[in-house]
């Protein structure tokens, strides 16, 4: 039995040695993970930052027209245009600004109201026959170069362009957005796609994972009771995927599923099919495939689950009265959920961001939000709506991780337990 | 019923492999209400017998008759028997109370019953205010007395338990032997008992079974077992015992059996009624408890000069080992006032014993 040390010089002092006594060993182990520390902090922790970061950033008009953009900060943004100074600024900076910084804020004010990149590089042009003049003046001017400068709703969207950090981007990920008043709303109807697609993602994943779930559990409990050879040729069975290169694997199946392709050629050669079934670049196709991809990620935890549970426990069962049904749902299928919590989290994580495969065999509608990442940081370099895209992603990971850990304990799915 | 027999294992035979028997030839009644121990070395058979009863092994030859019906092709959930495992098998994600309860829902049994039955052998084992715990949140004991209660609730006519005390320290599992000997008393419920402690089989058993090689040696109540082993391997498996092997030159008109031990010294044994008088090799048994020295031995048929070898002492009593010559030894027990004075190592001393405590086997 311990016995606390009573006084307190005694204790400080036993304290103490205690802490000497450790301190070396301490220092050890941190020396030695100090470098995956550093890898972590560098290769994790800083991307992720860096998203963040990039999903809210807002340079380009400040680049731009830096003087415009602080002019437009004094302003209300109440109904009607600006006051005139604003337009003289505007109209100076616009002549001076860099050809590549206009471009910037040229696309970066497009998101706000399509059409303004053109508005924008249009009036650059002509900018230089306008003579400097008073600010009423300049004002009627601009009108006068293009009339859309005479309506307030382009003023409004130039405003919601300038500060520093903008929640455009975050907004628009999620189909909301802020109207010339600066209140929050949701995007017109026909723009409205972001919350589709992340719905769309999410049931994916979630279709994905259940049917990886009723397809691993007897497979993970075959190979947990399988003995000596058996067990090891499951084992190579299940993890023939993680050793094979992702295009290979979904090549091969663009093979087999296709037209012409092997499936459809013996379901013909049986007689079972009068035309070939569409098996790939459609729905079913991605399903097919990426439940093929995410099968090891669900039977691997589950295995290690059920490897752990002896056999005493179905024994037991059964002496107590309880028919092997009973006892497996009673008594197995709750030592298992552990298992099924980790496999399920893990499938469903790694599916919704899945990109490569659904790009390959899915079709246009079926794209996840993955493929939405990769366009905008891709082909249009829009770094803002990319990580946006990402935000929201790894919100709904964080989530789900968080009510899993609720349902399943952390411990238990981090497998320590 | 008649206290005849509640179970019947006739020419049960097992292989695992299809090439070696593990359990050659059984034939073992089990009495109604009895507490029978089957005791025997590690690797013996003693699981596999109690597994074929529970109906978790099936038997590969024979038959295993339970209240005079087969039930060899039964399976374990409709046989009806208590089972404690070794390692308890308690349901890690139910509560004590949901663990007792299983074996009552699973019979279909209303909750006012399952509730009322519950408390009982909560209170049986000891564990009132324990009911929600989990069996995580339990000391070993406790887990212990979980199973047992578990094994017990939906009252079985037999309870198996496979080395039940094994994990538990030596103080405990005295306490526990006691609680199961007495919670047997209570309910009448047949108990078969495997251990491979011999101390534990002859404080609780009504009969032992020791298991040599997948066969009973002997099958008896302690005091006979301890008191008329059948067999050199009983003798000395059951209790401490000097084994000293012999030659017997055959008859004496007498009923005795004339013994010359490895150092030509003779001994005499007196041979129950009935049995044939080996000759030959043969081994003397004679307890080191039953053994007298100094002075009282000078009395007795068999005498033998030795050197103490080694000394232990053991609070109640001193364990003395003598040099009898011939390369064998004798281990002498006595109570600390018998030895006529503290024993030295390399003294000489003299052991006796009578003839009706040597036991002779072929
Ligand atoms: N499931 C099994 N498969 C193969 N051999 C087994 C199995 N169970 C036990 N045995 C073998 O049968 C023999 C008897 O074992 P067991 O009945 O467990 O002995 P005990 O309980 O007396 O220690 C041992 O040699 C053991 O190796
Ligand atoms: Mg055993």
Known sequence: ?417 | MTRGNIVEFAGVQKSYDGRHLVIHDLDLGIRHGEFLTLLGASGSGKTTTLMMLAGFETPTRGHILMKGVPIEHLPPHRRGIGVVFQNYALFPHMSVAQNLAYPLKMRGDDRATIARRVEKFVHMVRLEGMEHRRPSELSGGQQQRVALARALVFEPDLVLMDEPLGALDKALREHMQDEIRQIHRELGVTVVYVTHDQSEALAMSDRIAIFQDGRIAQIAAPEELYERPASAFVAGFIGENNLLAGRSEGSAADGRCRITLASGAEARAALPGGRTRPTGQVTLAVRPERLAIGRPAELLANRLRGRITDVAYLGDHLRAQVDIGGGQRMIVRKPVDQFPERPTIGAEILVGWREEDGLVFS
């Open chain 1, 1 to 417: 039995m311990a016995v606390a040390v009573a006084h307190g010089a005694e204790a400080a002092e036993l304290r103490r040695a205690w802490h000497r006594s450790g301190q070396r060993r301490r220092l050890v182990s941190l020396l030695l993970v100090a470098p995956l520390f550093l890898y972590v902090l560098l290769t994790f922790m800083l991307p992720i930052g860096l998203v963040l970061y990039r999903a809210f950033e807002n340079p380009e008009l400040i680049e731009a027209f830096p003087e415009t953009a602080s002019t437009l900060s004094g302003w209300d943004g109440g109904e009607g245009l600006p006051p005139d100074p604003v337009f003289a600024t505007f109209a100076r900076e616009l002549a001076d600004a860099p050809k590549r910084a206009t471009a910037e804020a040229a696309r970066r004010l497009n998101y706000e109201i399509s059409g303004f990149r053109t508005l924008i590089s249009s009036s650059a042009r002509k900018i230089d026959s306008i003579e400097p003049a008073e600010p009423s003046a300049m004002r009627d001017a601009l009108i006068e170069l293009d009339a859309r400068w005479g309506e307030p709703a382009y003023w409004h969207a130039m405003k919601r362009a300038t500060p520093s950090y903008t929640p455009y981007y975050i907004l628009a990920a999620v189909d909301l957005r802020q109207d010339d008043r600066g209140d929050v709303v949701q995007a017109p109807e026909d723009q409205r796609t972001y919350v589709d697609i992340l719905l769309r993602t999410l049931r994916i994943a979630a279709v994905v994972t259940l049917v990886c779930l009723l397809l691993g559990f007897p497979l993970a409990n075959l190979m947990a009771n399988a003995s000596g050879p058996f067990a090891v040729v499951l084992m190579i069975a299940v993890m023939l995927p993680f050793w094979t290169s992702l295009l290979a694997r979904t090549s091969a199946w663009i093979v087999l599923l296709q037209k012409e392709g092997l499936v459809n050629s013996l379901l013909a050669w049986l007689g079972l099919i009068q035309a070939p079934l569409e098996l790939i670049f459609n729905t079913t196709g991605l399903y097919i495939v990426m439940v093929h991809m995410m099968l090891p990620f669900m039977v691997l935890p589950l295995y290690a689950t059920m490897k752990g549970i002896p056999p005493h426990f179905m024994k037991a069962s059964a002496s107590l009265g309880a028919h092997p049904l009973r006892g497996f749902l009673h008594v197995y299928l709750p030592m298992t959920l552990p298992g099924v919590g980790a496999g399920a989290l893990l499938t469903f994580i790694v599916t919704v961001g899945y990109y490569i495969t659904p790009s390959l065999v899915a079709s246009a509608s079926d794209q996840m939000v993955g493929y939405f990442i990769a366009f905008f940081a891709n082909t249009t370099i829009n770094w803002g709506m990319a990580s946006a895209l990402g935000m929201v992603l790894l919100a709904c990971v964080v989530v789900l991780y968080l009510i899993a850990a609720r349902m399943v304990g952390i411990r238990q799915l981090a497998g320590l337990k």
